[in-house]
């Protein structure tokens, strides 16, 4: 079954400072992937989304992501944090196959910003 | 367009009891999801639709039932409800497509607490 770990349930970095979280997947396939952003006791919004083409993806608020096809991954950064920033971030994929109604989900980490 | 809602956004049941969660679009989205979010889990399928009159079991289906008589509205329902089932729910809906880069549009989300 498909799986996708997201590295670190919890992150901080300091305002103006890079911001990297890390989404692995397991399939052999490439399937589509997704990043997703939680605001506080809100639902979940979409920041980018990976389909086919180009590997570097740009999403909304200054995120973007670079599919990695032989490292399995899709790693989302920003290049200067924002204390707006702060949030929880859900890396999804679905499997190759599946409907646009099946994400698995990794299990999110929260990025905490420093001012 | 609403989008995705959701009522109630907070719920207390005691143990036994039975309720239903709404979850109605108004984006004339043929699929419609719900799933659960629990702390380090990230968000688990409950049950999906394909459309009216078309639902499926999702990763954690035991205690909950759904049925899609509109293509607007997919409610959840708890049986009995169980402390297990303390969590938080959302529904979502996308595009109908299965090769297609579609993402899912969520609701602001249910808290439900079962004591």
């Known amino acids: 079954a498909q799986s996708v770990t997201q590295l670190g349930s919890h992150v901080s970095v300091s305002e103006g400072a890079l911001v990297l979280l890390r989404c692995n997947y397991s399939?052999?396939?490439?399937?589509?992937l997704f990043w997703y952003v939680q605001y506080p006791n809100q639902g979940l919004q979409l920041l980018l989304k990976?389909?086919?083409?180009?590997?570097l993806v740009k999403g909304i608020n200054g995120f973007e992501a670079e599919f990695k096809k032989s490292e399995t991954s899709f790693h989302l950064t920003k290049p200067s944090a924002h204390m707006s920033d702060a949030a929880e971030y859900f890396c999804?994929?679905?499997?190759?196959?599946?409907?646009?109604?099946?994400?698995?989900f990794g299990q999110g980490t929260r990025l905490t910003i420093n001012p | 367009n609403a989008g995705v809602t959701q009522t109630p956004k907070f719920q207390v049941l005691k143990t036994g009891q039975s309720m239903t969660l709404q979850c109605a679009q108004d984006?004339?989205?043929?699929?419609m999801s719900w799933y659960r979010q629990d702390p380090g889990m990230g968000l688990r399928l409950i049950h999906y639709?394909?459309?009216?009159?078309?639902?499926d079991q999702g990763e954690v289906p035991n205690g909950y039932n759904v049925s899609r008589s509109t293509t607007e509205d997919f409610p959840l329902r708890l049986l009995s409800a169980a402390p297990s089932q303390t969590s938080v729910y959302f529904c979502?809906?996308?595009?109908?497509?299965?090769?297609?880069?579609?993402?899912?549009?969520f609701g602001p989300g249910t808290r439900l607490t079962v004591t």
């Open positions: 639709s394909v459309g009216a009159g078309i639902t």
């Open positions: 990976y389909t086919t083409g180009a590997t």
């Open positions: 979502a809906s996308s595009i109908r497509g299965v090769a297609t880069p579609y993402e899912q549009y």
């Open positions: 984006m004339n989205h043929e699929y």
């Open positions: 999804a994929v679905r499997p190759p196959g599946q409907g646009a109604q099946k994400l698995v």
């Open positions: 399939s052999s396939v490439p399937p589509y």
